[in-house]
């Protein structure tokens, strides 16, 4: 990832306190024998007025929410303290985003494998909830809406904080922001088919282009890899970036050129060297998930971006008299100012390798 979201708080975030409190004071306290019933959202009023109005509701959304708190209450009551124990701390972990990518060891975590093998009928009403909280049947139901809000109106909040124009998982593709009618997927960063307990936790959800969030990633996994043999060891856990991290960092890339001939660069001519090293896992992982090094190679081989950039180095040097040295200094302060802007990150060190290879020698 090149660079991360700043998080923006909003209304919506109260769908997830919903969801934390139906399962630590409603699920959890099944066990106890208190029939299931309005009562057991008196402490969450706001939650109680939907639940209220979910069950006198024939809406689809509304069946689905109200019908599955209630069967699941059941499938809990029968639990055991230990067992009840166990869930806790997998709803707690799997909700750590930041630890979870962090590859913490104090963090405990669960995908839906694991919740099959603890018990199979839990697995599956957890499954089919948690999978279908993140959708319009439920999320436009007027009763949600006017206690959370609106994920367009978190789409305006969030892009007026991130303003980048660009996505931060590739660098090279727009997103949509504050001047357009329509909005980014939201990509749950932790699949929602793999993972429970998150699938409407705003720390788990990113807006991304559609190469990125359609076409590479997909459901694939950050914080596995099955196919590493350095990862072999444990279980095949690695290190993800965590889109919301705070703490700043900078990616570092270096391209090397194995041709001089320009009209005939391919991708096997073009090598990728990524840093810094404090943070190989994740990069490794970035790399993986999102193609990154397919699509930038692409990229640097491609008529209307590679090719043109170097057309554009001869173009200014014939035309307007300008040295190679001269467009590269312009180019190394547009790229320090702008690294996103016209994917000047990529653009300087493919004509960086460029000039080394000696394409540029006049």
């Known amino acids: 990832m090149l660079f991360p979201y700043t998080y923006v708080p909003h209304s919506m975030e109260k769908m997830q306190e919903f969801i934390e409190y139906i399962f630590s004071e409603v699920w959890c306290k099944a066990p106890e024998g208190q029939s299931f019933g309005f009562d057991l959202f008196n402490a969450k009023p706001e939650l109680k007025a939907v639940m209220e109005a979910f069950y006198y509701s024939d809406a689809k959304g509304a069946d689905f929410f109200y019908g599955h708190v209630e069967r699941i209450y059941a499938l809990f009551a029968a639990l055991s303290p230990s067992q009840i124990n166990q869930l806790q701390a997998w709803f707690s972990g799997n909700n750590d985003i930041a630890g979870l990518c962090e590859n913490d060891p104090t963090v405990a975590i669960a995908r839906y494998s694991d919740l099959e093998a603890f018990h199979r009928p839990i697995a599956e009403a957890l499954s089919a909830f948690f999978k279908e909280l993140y959708s319009k049947d439920l999320l436009n139901l007027a009763a949600l809406k006017s206690v959370i809000g609106e994920i367009d109106d978190h789409h305006t909040k969030f892009t007026e904080v991130n303003k980048q124009g660009k996505c931060p998982f ?193």
């Open 170 to 362: 590739c660098g090279i593709h727009d997103v949509k922001g504050i001047y357009h009618s329509k909005r980014e997927a939201y990509d749950h960063y932790l699949p929602k088919g793999k993972y429970p307990f998150n699938s409407i936790n705003f720390n788990n959800l990113t807006p991304a282009c559609h190469e990125c969030n359609s076409t590479y990633k997909l459901s694939q996994d950050p914080l596995y890899d099955a196919k590493d043999p350095l990862l072999a060891q444990t279980g095949g856990r690695r290190k993800s970036f965590y889109p919301y991290q705070t703490l700043r960092y900078a990616i570092e890339l270096d391209i090397t050129l194995n041709s001089p001939d320009w009209t005939h660069i391919t991708p096997d001519d073009v090598s990728l060297t990524t840093g810094p090293e404090e943070l190989r896992e994740e990069i490794n992982t970035w790399l993986d998930v999102y193609g990154i090094e397919e699509r930038y190679k692409a990229k640097c081989c491609g008529e209307n971006d590679g090719n043109y950039w170097i057309e554009q180095v001869f173009d200014e040097c014939q035309n307007d008299g300008k040295t190679p040295e001269d467009i590269f200094a312009t180019l190394s302060r547009q790229a320090h100012l702008r690294p996103f802007a016209e994917a000047n990150f990529l653009k300087k060190s493919f004509l960086e390798a460029c000039l080394r290879s000696g394409l540029f020698n006049m």
